[in-house]
């Protein structure tokens, strides 16, 4: 069993940055491949990008690569999610999720956390 919680989200304005954590309960957390998803209102859950259980591997969504990074500290059980050159579209709220296996189908994740709202807005 995994408990995950977001924090970090907020309003910032168009071009600035955001880092979002995710902390993670229980000993396994460094088996899991970790993801992280957004969901705008009206809209879809959609993939933002993945990272492996040990980190060597990521990645991102077109509509975030160059400007989005996940890492993770497996010492800390946290990842996180930077983000630059943020754009109104970004607007969501930012959930984190664990996986046995690194995919980008949310359907395959079995944790979640309750997430954390960022708005991209002047």
């Known amino acids: 069993q995994v408990q995950l919680v977001e924090s970090g989200g907020g309003l910032v304005q168009p071009g600035g940055s955001l880092r979002l954590s995710c902390a993670a309960s229980?000993?396994?957390?460094?088996?899991?491949?970790m993801a992280w998803f957004r969901q705008a209102p009206g809209k879809e859950r959609e993939f933002v990008g993945h990272i492996s259980w040990g980190g060597g591997t990521s990645a991102y969504a077109d509509s975030v690569k160059g400007r989005f990074a996940i890492a993770r500290d497996n010492a800390k059980n946290t990842v996180y999610l930077q983000m630059n050159s943020l754009k109104p579209e970004d607007t969501a709220r930012y959930y984190c999720?664990?996986?046995?296996?690194?995919?980008?189908?949310?359907?395959?994740?079995?944790?979640w956390g309750q997430g954390t709202q960022v708005t991209v807005s002047s």
């Open positions: 229980g000993r396994t957390f460094s088996s899991y491949s």
């Open positions: 999720a664990a996986a046995v296996f690194l995919t980008t189908d949310s359907s395959q994740y079995a944790y």
